[in-house]
């Protein structure tokens, strides 16, 4: 039984076909890398397990099959327990860094999405029974004793961590995370690395799509490596460094 299955899924633009027949399993606790060069089809794919994307065929099944996530809403397969982050930042740069937390966890809960600005004694109320607060939620993510200050002004770094932050808020069984660590020094990628193992620790699977391999190698348990819409392998990091066609597809491109 699996968390996360998806049996043949294809999508079509026009004449590109950004999706072919891909199928994966995602179990519980487990990080899976999703690499492949770019225009492979990697945001695509996480564009139609969280439904932003609607697929041409093919299922996608979630929680040991129980439920069927092609063709439900985005907020529904959000209330279902998938999550994410962008590979663009989409942080509200003038709310506090509390209040684009607070989105996350309103996303989630009875009260609205209107009404997280409005902070009415019953939002806070929710807040305590879904995570254990907006601030214990910052002490997890390393934005401690920052709820108060503007997301604008946070370094890129913690503007990026803050994003994760909000996708756990409506606490995910699956958080995906599309390229969390571009951008970013390698100490800032260690330490976000540290972070997505912490997540996984807390009972959370996590599917990343990361171009790095310093950081896919070590953190995940299985890759899943993509070229032209297609899945041409999967398995274990070290099996993946040796597999030729991923070499030629995507490794070799880093020299
Ligand atoms: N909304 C869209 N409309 C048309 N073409 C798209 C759209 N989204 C992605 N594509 C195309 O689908 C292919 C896969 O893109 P994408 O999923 O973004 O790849 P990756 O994330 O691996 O770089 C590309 O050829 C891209 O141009
Ligand atoms: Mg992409």
């Given at each position: 039984?699996?968390?996360?299955?998806?049996?043949?899924?294809?999508?079509?633009?026009?004449?590109?076909?950004?999706?072919?027949?891909?199928?994966?399993?995602?179990e519980k606790d487990e990080?899976?890398?999703?690499?492949?060069?770019?225009?492979?089809?990697?945001?695509?794919?996480?564009?139609?397990?969280?439904?932003?994307?609607?697929?041409?065929?093919?299922?996608?099944?979630?929680?040991?099959?129980?439920?069927?996530?092609?063709?439900?809403?985005?907020?529904?397969?959000?209330?279902?327990?998938?999550?994410?982050?962008?590979?663009?930042?989409?942080?509200?740069?003038?709310?506090?860094?509390?209040?684009?937390?607070?989105?996350?966890?309103?996303?989630?809960?009875?009260?609205?999405?209107?009404?997280?600005?409005?902070?009415?004694?019953?939002?806070?109320?929710?807040?305590?029974?879904?995570?254990?607060?907006?601030?214990?939620?910052?002490?997890?993510?390393?934005?401690?004793?920052?709820?108060?200050?503007?997301?604008?002004?946070?370094?890129?770094?913690?503007?990026?961590?803050?994003?994760?932050?909000?996708?756990?808020?409506?606490?995910?069984?699956?958080?995906?995370?599309?390229?969390?660590?571009?951008?970013?020094?390698?100490?800032?990628?260690?330490?976000?690395?540290?972070?997505?193992?912490?997540?996984r620790?807390?009972g959370?699977a996590?599917?990343?799509?990361?171009?790095?391999?310093?950081?896919?190698?070590?953190?995940?348990d299985?890759?899943?490596?993509?070229?032209?819409?297609?899945?041409?392998?999967?398995?274990?990091?070290?099996?993946?460094?040796?597999?030729?066609?991923?070499?030629?597809?995507?490794?070799?491109?880093?020299?």
């Open positions: 039984m699996a968390l996360l299955e998806v049996r043949s899924v294809s999508k079509r633009f026009g004449g590109v076909a950004a999706l072919r027949q891909v199928s994966v399993l995602l990080i899976v890398g999703l690499i492949g060069p770019n225009g492979a089809g990697k945001t695509s794919f996480f564009n139609s397990l969280t439904g932003l994307l609607s697929i041409d065929s093919g299922e996608i099944r979630f929680a040991d099959s129980s439920l069927r996530l092609d063709g439900l809403s985005p907020d529904k397969i959000l209330e279902a327990g998938v999550s994410r982050t962008f590979q663009n930042l989409r942080v509200f740069k003038n709310m506090t860094v509390c209040e684009n937390v607070a989105i996350g966890f309103h996303a989630r809960t009875k009260a609205g999405l209107l009404d997280a600005f409005l902070r009415t004694s019953r939002h806070r109320d929710e807040e305590q029974v879904v995570f254990g607060g907006s601030a214990a939620l910052l002490e997890f993510i390393g934005l401690g004793g920052r709820g108060n200050e503007i997301a604008g002004s946070l370094p890129y770094g913690s503007q990026k961590r803050l994003e994760i932050a909000r996708a756990l808020a409506s606490k995910p069984r699956l958080l995906l995370l599309d390229e969390p660590v571009a951008g970013m020094n390698p100490r800032e990628k260690e330490e976000i690395s540290a972070l997505i193992r912490k997540i620790d807390k959370v996590v599917f990343i799509i990361e171009h790095d391999m310093r950081v896919v190698m070590p953190l995940c299985k890759v899943i490596v993509m070229d032209e819409g297609e899945k041409i392998a999967e398995g274990k990091p070290d099996q993946i460094q040796k597999n030729p066609r991923v070499i030629q597809a995507y490794l070799g491109e880093l020299d």
